[in-house]
């Protein structure tokens, strides 16, 4: 039992084969998946994939880099997709600095919109942070999501996760856990409390270490559940079985186990 915290299936890199992706992850036991919109018409694309198949759920949100192409009707759209019934959080959202697409006091303002915005809709908020570690947790202290959430594909230091760890969030691991030069995450991970980890894909993107230079997709998140388990001295199935637990718990969803 698997749950696949943030993947991207409507990218186009999958529109020839989502199918055959789709029946990939069942046979890897995953249970469920967050589809995780980065603009409006992502999120759009999220909502309706949740509709089609029972184990999709969709999360609704503006990335960093899409922040300075929003308008307020575009903002009114954004709270509009959060009604559907299959929506379970608000993201991707916060901060990049890394490649500062968006000029940093929008993203800013983006990011206080939505967190804003989900604690008026009762959600938890999927949290992107690239080299804005600061900003990323002070913005946070000052609008604790009311529902918690989570900082998705970590990459900071111990101190970052600490921080987080502290308002209640959780934190989620993806490929880059398993690359051979990932000796501080992994130090990271061993450290993070059992009842506040995550595992993704972030599919298409980040492919595992073994898998490297392919596309990137669900079923591959048992690479990082591997990894994961590995760091913590644990059960691959049990490290499985307790993130699809927190999962569940933050996003609201009942798992089916399946057989």
């Given at each position: 039992?698997?749950?696949?915290?943030?993947?991207?299936?409507?990218?186009?890199?999958?529109?020839?084969?989502?199918?055959?992706?789709?029946?990939?992850?069942?046979?890897?036991?995953?249970?469920?998946?967050?589809?995780?919109?980065?603009?409006?018409?992502?999120?759009?694309?999220?909502?309706?994939?949740?509709q089609e198949h029972a184990e999709i759920?969709?999360?609704?949100?503006?990335?960093?880099?899409?922040?300075?192409?929003?308008?307020?009707?575009?903002?009114?759209?954004?709270?509009?997709?959060?009604?559907?019934?299959?929506?379970?959080?608000?993201?991707?959202?916060?901060?990049?600095?890394?490649?500062?697409?968006?000029?940093?006091?929008?993203?800013?303002?983006?990011?206080?919109?939505?967190?804003?915005?989900?604690?008026?809709?009762?959600?938890?908020?999927?949290?992107?942070?690239?080299?804005?570690?600061?900003?990323?947790?002070?913005?946070?202290?000052?609008?604790?999501?009311?529902?918690?959430?989570?900082?998705?594909?970590?990459?900071?230091?111990?101190?970052?996760?600490?921080?987080?760890?502290?308002?209640?969030?959780?934190?989620?691991?993806?490929?880059?856990?398993?690359?051979?030069?990932?000796?501080?995450?992994?130090?990271?991970?061993?450290?993070?409390?059992?009842?506040?980890?995550?595992v993704e894909t972030d599919s298409p993107?980040?492919?595992?270490?073994?898998?490297?230079?392919?596309?990137?997709?669900?079923?591959?998140?048992?690479?990082?559940?591997?990894?994961?388990?590995?760091?913590?001295?644990?059960?691959?199935?049990?490290?499985?079985?307790?993130?699809?637990?927190?999962?569940?718990?933050?996003?609201?969803?009942?798992?089916?186990?399946?057989?």
């Open positions: 039992m698997i749950f696949e915290t943030h993947c991207h299936l409507d990218d186009t890199r999958f529109a020839a084969d989502r199918q055959e992706v789709l029946a990939r992850l069942r046979q890897q036991g995953i249970t469920a998946l967050v589809n995780v919109g980065y603009d409006l018409e992502s999120s759009a694309r999220s909502v309706e994939l949740a759920y969709a999360a609704v949100g503006v990335h960093p880099h899409d922040a300075s192409g929003i308008s307020e009707e575009g903002w009114k759209q954004l709270e509009h997709l959060a009604a559907s019934p299959k929506v379970v959080a608000l993201g991707e959202m916060g901060l990049d600095y890394y490649r500062d697409l968006s000029p940093r006091p929008i993203q800013q303002q983006a990011f206080s919109f939505q967190l804003e915005l989900a604690n008026k809709l009762n959600l938890p908020v999927i949290i992107h942070n690239r080299d804005a570690h600061q900003d990323t947790i002070r913005l946070l202290q000052t609008k604790v999501p009311d529902r918690g959430g989570v900082l998705h594909c970590f990459s900071g230091s111990w101190e970052t996760a600490k921080q987080a760890l502290d308002m209640g969030l959780y934190i989620s691991f993806a490929g880059p856990l398993t690359y051979r030069n990932a000796v501080n995450l992994q130090q990271v991970a061993a450290r993070v409390p059992l009842d506040r980890l995550l993107y980040l492919t595992p270490e073994p898998l490297r230079g392919r596309r990137n997709e669900p079923a591959y998140v048992r690479y990082v559940v591997e990894k994961l388990a590995e760091i913590r001295s644990m059960g691959v199935e049990e490290l499985a079985v307790r993130t699809a637990e927190n999962g569940a718990r933050l996003f609201g969803v009942q798992l089916i186990e399946t057989t």
